[in-house]
């Protein structure tokens, strides 16, 4: 079965510009998260979507948003963009465990490649 | 402010030995543990997830939940080269749904 597929996997922006990034999630996976990978910090949580609602949020300026689609389909904007947003995006599918105890089986996509210049 | 930390190594093995890998954190909270395995310059794959106390065995694979020492480990079996990648163990932060933090991930290199 097809796996996270996001687009595009490489992008270059300006200083000040927004981009749009997107996630296609495995079919049958309703939760879609979004996480920034940089050298100096890693793998960070930015939110999390689920049945079209934000559900969970991490430590971002507000420059940062998100949506999802009927289809589970998730998109991430940045606006302004920062030097310091260069980064590796990932975005990660889930089924939920039956228990509410949160994500099993969560997987990534490739990532998209976000130089701000 | 939830934390999971690990040895970033690098951890040098030689081939065939066993490898382990510890991962603790601080939210005491926190319901379900992740390792992910990252080659460079591509994205984390899972490798397991554990919910409960004691140990979980997938092939080569065991992870070990100690939730009273908030303690997480991976243990590789018959550690192969191709297992040289760095490990990233990732802690559901506690809410519902998927709100992961994760460590800064140990690299292993395994020695032919």
């Known amino acids: 079965k097809a796996g996270v597929t996001q687009t595009p996997r490489y992008l270059i922006k300006t200083r000040g510009q927004q981009v749009t990034l997107s996630c296609s999630p495995i079919?049958?996976?309703?939760?879609v998260s979004w996480y920034q990978q940089t050298p100096g910090q890693g793998l960070q949580f930015l939110f999390e979507?689920?049945?079209?609602?934000?559900?969970n949020k991490g430590n971002f300026p507000g420059r940062f948003s998100g949506r999802q689609f009927s289809n589970s389909r998730s998109e991430m904007n940045v606006s302004t963009l920062e030097l310091g947003d260069s980064a590796l995006y990932l975005c990660?599918?889930?089924?939920?465990?039956?228990?509410?105890?949160?994500?099993?089986?969560?997987?990534f996509g490739q990532g998209t490649r976000l130089t701000v210049v | 402010q939830k934390e999971v930390e690990q040895n970033s190594g690098p951890l040098s093995v030689p081939e065939g030995a066993i490898a382990s890998l510890n991962c603790t954190y601080s939210?005491?909270?926190?319901?379900?543990f992740f390792w992910y395995r990252q080659y460079s310059g591509k994205s984390p794959e899972l490798i397991m997830f554990?919910?409960?106390?004691g140990d979980k065995e997938d092939g080569r694979f065991t992870a070990q939940l100690n939730k009273a020492s908030q303690y997480v480990s991976l243990l590789i079996r018959d550690s192969q080269p191709s297992d040289s990648a760095t490990y990233l163990c990732?802690?559901?932060?506690?809410?519902?749904?998927?709100?992961?933090?994760f460590g800064p991930g140990t690299r292993l290199s395994v020695l032919p």
């Open positions: 990660a599918s889930s089924l939920e465990d039956e228990g509410g105890w949160g994500p099993t089986e969560a997987f």
């Open positions: 079919s049958g996976h309703r939760s």
């Open positions: 979507y689920f049945s079209e609602t934000q559900r």
């Open positions: 939210d005491r909270g926190s319901q379900s």
């Open positions: 554990i919910y409960s106390n």
């Open positions: 990732a802690v559901n932060g506690g809410n519902y749904g998927q709100n992961f933090v």
